[in-house]
C-alpha cells in the first residue's frame, strides 16, 4: 500500500516514517510512504503557497493551485477534474471533517494508494475541496498543521495491513479491535514495592484467566 502525504513540512513526515513499525514495513515492502512539499509547485520565485482571503479576515488561506499541481504530479487530478481510480482514496485533514476511528482504519488498510493532504495557516481555498474525496477529522482540538494527523492516520492503517505486525495475535487482541478497551497486563516482578500481580495471572488456569480478561476489559484493575 501507498501513502503519499501533501505537506509543507515532509521531513516531519519522513522522519517518523522511518522509525518503528512503520520503517520495518516499509523496508519489507509492505508500504510505502511519500511526502510531497506542495511548495515546490508554485509558480513564484517566492514559492508562496498562501495568500489573503478575498472579503478580508484574519490570517492567510492555502492556495488552490500548488495543492492542485502536486496532485497532478501523482497523476490524481486532469483538466481541472478528480481522475478515478479504484482502490485510491483522497483525504484532506479538517476540523469539520468525519472523526477518524479504528473501523475507517481498517477501510483504509484495503486500498491501494491513500493520499493525505494536509493543512496550515487558516485553512484551505474552498476551490481544494473540489479534488477530494473526504474531509476526517482525529479529533475535537487545534494543533499547528494536519501532519501530527496524518502520521496517526497512516500508522493506524499501515499495522491493519496483513504482515506489516509480525505476531497477528497481537493485532485481534488490540485495543478498539473487538470494541472494547485492553485488558491490565503485568510482568515481572509479581511483587514490586507491595504492589502485586493478581494471582490468578499467576495459576495457570487459562479458561479462567481469559475470562478474567474479558472482565476487566474496561481497565478496571483488579484489586
Known sequence: MKFNILTLFPDLIHDYAQTSILGRAQKNGQIEICAHNFRDFTLDKQHHVDDKPYGGGAGMVLQV???YRCLESVGLVKDGKKIKKSKTKIIIMDPDGKKFDQKMAK????L???????????????????????????????LAGGELPALTITEATARLIPGVLGNQESLIEETFVQGLLEYPQYTRPEN?????????LLSGDHKNIAQWRQKNTKNQIEK
Open 65 to 67: 493551485e500548488p495543492i
Open 107 to 110: 477501510q483504509f488498510s484495503k
Open 112 to 142: 491501494d494508494n491513500l493520499i493525505v493532504i494536509c493543512g496550515r495557516y487558516e485553512g484551505f481555498d474552498e476551490r481544494v475541496y473540489k479534488f477530494i474525496d473526504e474531509k476526517i477529522s482525529v479529533g475535537d482540538y487545534v
Open 192 to 200: 514490586f514495592m507491595g504492589l502485586k500481580v493478581p494471582k490468578i
